[in-house]
Nanobody, 123 residues
Framework: DVQLVESGGGSVQAGGSLRLSCSAS????????MGWFRQIPGESREAVAA???????LVAKSVKGRFTIFIDHVMGTLDLQMNSLEPEDTGTYYC??????????????????WGQGTQVTVS
């Protein structure tokens, strides 16, 4: 199994920025797709962005131009830089990793492993 741990959540005013980090128990991003999802209580989990092992990226329309997914090669983490945050971005953000190489999509079915989540609140 792969253990995923998110960090970097918090509270910020609209227009502000936050950076989330996901640490994997192994350097999983070198061989598998990893991504970020978010969830508001009472709603289904929504895909935000994903990055495949070849560096290709998928970004949801709702955050395109504001959020960037990337690998921090110094820290060895999968990060999500979130700029121009809006109240609608509030939610619990989850890091996810795919079990199968060659599959990467903005969909829950593509991912097997999940972190415990980190809260982002935009007011």
């Amino acid at each position: 199994d792969v253990q995923l741990v998110e960090s970097g959540g918090g509270s910020v005013q609209a227009g502000g920025s936050l950076r989330l980090s996901c640490s994997a128990s192994r350097f999983y991003y070198t061989s598998n797709c990893m991504g970020w999802f978010r969830q508001i209580p009472g709603e289904s989990r929504e895909a935000v962005a994903a990055m495949d092992s070849d560096g290709s990226r998928l970004v949801a329309k709702s955050v395109k131009g504001r959020f960037t997914i990337f690998i921090d090669h110094v820290m060895g983490t999968l990060d999500l830089q979130m700029n121009s945050l809006e109240p609608e971005d509030t939610g619990t953000y989850y890091c996810a990793a795919s079990e199968r190489s060659g599959i990467c999509a903005l969909a829950e079915w593509a991912f097997t492993y999940w972190g415990q989540g980190t809260q982002v609140t935009v007011s």
